[in-house]
């Protein structure tokens, strides 16, 4: 809770400080969520059951007549790990945002809007960690985020300097990654009843060095359906690396998720990662998940099975895991 004392935005706690107390709206919410884990045979067995738990403040009030946000969340007291973000309100001309590890903006936002019951295919699997696994966006610690709605459509863009990392005031960055990153999203729901579409660009820095370009190209496209509690959707991403010997990555994915009952829902969805290796054999890397979660009230009830074969653009290599969940909100 330490990291809560000093994340970056005096200005405007001295501003909202500036004015009495009912100028001010503060709210606090926080989650917990006990897990039940079983991952693939070949790991190491210990004891399965975990928990995560979050508290989050936010505020709002009139800075400089621009209607001004914050947000504080501390997730994981194990973990140490927080986020923030600060969001000033320009009415007609859009919000301008500093976040530092929400996820508010840009094309991360989308980088997997196939529908589920709980949790995308590709959760709790191995190849995920350290592997992009055709998963666009560079992070969102550090960046400058505009939002706007533009002729009906969602706009959201995000500028980040080098690396994606959360720092505090007067702090740098570590070297290794050049560059700057930015990317964008739009997305639309009113083009036709019960559809959304969305797209998204974006040029991302890497760690540079030897020869090839010091940013990578990551581009992504959905679109899902929603009629009588059935959804369905499909989408295409691809995430280039552009470093000398750099690995591109296809991915395609779609899934359907069914109300089956009040609170009770259930769905299947599969994705296949193209690993573009250059002067070796392509590997397609296989993923594919059921989910069934049952929510009443604040409480949610989940259950999640995940499996991929060829993990990680690596032949012959698997991974599963399924996850019991108790996800409780206050």
Do not use: C
Request: cysteine-free; hydrophobic content about 35%; glycine content about 16%.
């Amino acid at each position: 809770m330490n990291n809560l004392k000093k994340i970056g935005i005096s200005a405007l706690a001295g501003s909202l400080a500036a004015f009495s107390a009912n100028a001010v709206e503060m709210a606090v919410s926080g989650s917990a969520k006990i897990t039940y884990h079983n991952g693939h045979s070949s790991e190491v067995t210990g004891n399965p059951m975990g928990m995560n738990t979050s508290i989050g403040f936010s505020g709002s009030g009139d800075v400089n007549g621009y209607e001004t946000s914050m947000l504080v969340t501390a997730a994981d007291q194990f973990g140490g790990m927080s986020s923030a973000s600060v969001t000033v309100d320009l009415g007609d001309m859009g919000k301008v945002s500093f976040d530092q590890g929400v996820g508010i903006g840009g094309i991360s936002t989308i980088d997997d809007k196939t529908p589920s019951a709980y949790e995308e295919v590709w959760d709790g699997l191995d190849a995920v960690t350290g592997d992009k696994n055709g998963l666009v966006g560079g992070g969102n610690s550090g960046v400058f985020v505009y939002s706007n709605t533009i002729a009906g459509s969602a706009f959201t863009a995000q500028l980040g300097k080098g690396a994606s990392g959360a720092q505090t005031d007067d702090a740098v960055g570590g070297e290794g990654t050049s560059g700057s990153s930015w990317d964008f999203a739009v997305t639309n729901s009113d083009l036709y009843e019960g559809m959304t579409v969305g797209a998204g660009y974006g040029k991302i820095a890497n760690s540079g060095g030897g020869q090839g370009s010091d940013d990578d190209e990551h581009y992504t496209a959905f679109v899902t359906y929603t009629m009588s509690g059935v959804s369905v959707g499909y989408q295409e991403s691809f995430v280039g690396n552009d470093q000398q010997g750099g690995i591109d990555e296809e991915a395609m994915g779609w899934g359907v998720s069914v109300n089956l009952m009040e609170g009770l829902s259930a769905s299947y969805g599969e994705r296949e990662v193209e690993h573009i290796k250059p002067s070796l054999a392509h590997v397609t890397e296989d993923q594919e998940g059921f989910a069934l979660a049952y929510t009443m009230g604040s409480a949610t009830l989940s259950v999640q099975n995940n499996e991929v074969s060829n993990n990680g653009g690596t032949a012959g290599t698997s991974d599963e895991t399924t996850q019991v969940a108790l996800s409780l909100a206050f």
